[in-house]
């Protein structure tokens, strides 16, 4: 029988003090092949937005949409915990709203659910979930749908102050619920000050290497998000020239008559 991945896993991880994988992915079929080859958490980011859909920030993609997607995903994972990144406005406005919201992410088959930012009412929606039965991954430092107050693709927690804030967001996340805190794009050094006074683990985007676990979108990994490459990504394969040469050779061989052959029919 496969072992899920659960909370109790991941506080084992850190409390061993075990590196753990979290990817994206926002397809059944893509879902299966990365639980397979043994990645932890699978998050159906609101990255899809820009990465699956074309639009140029997260903050197109609504509940509806992430039900599809955290279902199909959902459906091919057996292992790794299902977690999934709540969109814009989606837990934004009051605590009864966002608890509807994540709990359909549930119900698609998610196990966990991600909220982005720090406030006193972040705070609040994080215990309800948790009350609820809902564990949450924080996410601090760069957050995606705070572009426009950021100001842009900015690194968070550059100086010694700006780096205790973060820390102090984490904590209160942590004591809220939290059962882990995804920091994106901040300085190695920070993070790993904020990994080293955490119970709960970190998961670095653009954090480095000492936090407990790392993240990336799975179309940077596979190559086949081509727009743009952030810094921290690593690209493992070439899947853009793989769907390229695989639609040019199909092309090709439906223009000459080569395809389909005498096995492929009827
Ligand atoms: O949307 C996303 O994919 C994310 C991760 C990269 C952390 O938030």
Redo the contacts with the bound molecule.
Sequence with gaps: MVKKVTVNTIRQYKANNEKFS?L?AYDYSTAKYIDEAGIDIV?I????AMVALGYET?HCIGVEEMKIFTHAVAKGVEHAMVVT?MPFLSYHTDIPCAVKNCGLMIKEGANAV?I?GYSDYILSVISRLTETGIPVMG?LGFT?QFINTLGGYKIQGKTQQATEEILRQAKELENAGAFSV?L?MVPQDSAKYITENLTVPT?S?GAGKYCDAQ???SDDVFGKFSDFKPKFARKYGDMKSLIYNCAKEFNDDVKSGKFPSDDEIF
């Design positions: 979290v994206t998050l980011g609101d990255s899809l997260t990144d991600k982005e996410h995606p995804v994106e998961i985007c993240v990336l979108v």
